[in-house]
C-alpha cells in the first residue's frame, strides 16, 4: 500500500508560479500511476495530469497543458506539479493520488480510477 502527502499550497498572485509536491511512502510505489486532481466547492475533482511509474508519457488536462508540468522521482518517490502562470480560477485544493489499476503504466484520467488519495493542498491565487 501506498501513502501520498502533498505539500507546497498557498497564496500567490495572479501570474506567478508554484511547485506542488506529492511524497510517497510504501513498498509498492512502483504499481501506481500518480495523478494531480483538484476540486473547487461544489465541483467534482477534475483530472490536472498524471505520470506512469516511468516517468515519461505524462498525460495533461488538454486545455492546460502548456501550464502544468507533472514529474516523477521515483528515488525520491516524489511527484511535483509545477503550475505557471497562475490564474484566480486555478484556486482549488490540488490532491494526488494512486491507481494501481494499470500497474502504474499507464495514465488513465479517470477519477474512479484512483483509490489512494493525498490530503490536499489549498492553492489561493489572487487577483
Known amino acids: 500500500q501506498v501513502q501520498l502527502v502533498e505539500s507546497g499550497g498557498g497564496l500567490v498572485q495572479a501570474g506567478g508560479s508554484l511547485t506542488l509536491s506529492c511524497a510517497a511512502s510504501g513498498r509498492t510505489f512502483s504499481d501506481y500511476t500518480i495523478a494531480w486532481f483538484r476540486q473547487t466547492p461544489g465541483k467534482e475533482r477534475e483530472f490536472v495530469a498524471g505520470m506512469p511509474y516511468s516517468g515519461e508519457d505524462a498525460v495533461h488536462y488538454a486545455t492546460e497543458k502548456d501550464r502544468f508540468t507533472i514529474s516523477r522521482d521515483n528515488v525520491k518517490k516524489v511527484v511535483t506539479l509545477q503550475i505557471n502562470s497562475l490564474k484566480p480560477e486555478d484556486t482549488a485544493v490540488y490532491y494526488c493520488?494512486?491507481?494501481?489499476?494499470?500497474?502504474?503504466?499507464?495514465?488513465?484520467?479517470?477519477?474512479?480510477?484512483?483509490?489512494?488519495w493525498g490530503q490536499g493542498t489549498q492553492v489561493t491565487v489572487s487577483s
Open positions: 493520488a494512486g491507481s494501481n489499476r494499470y500497474n502504474g503504466i499507464v495514465v488513465v484520467p479517470l477519477l474512479s480510477d484512483y483509490t489512494i
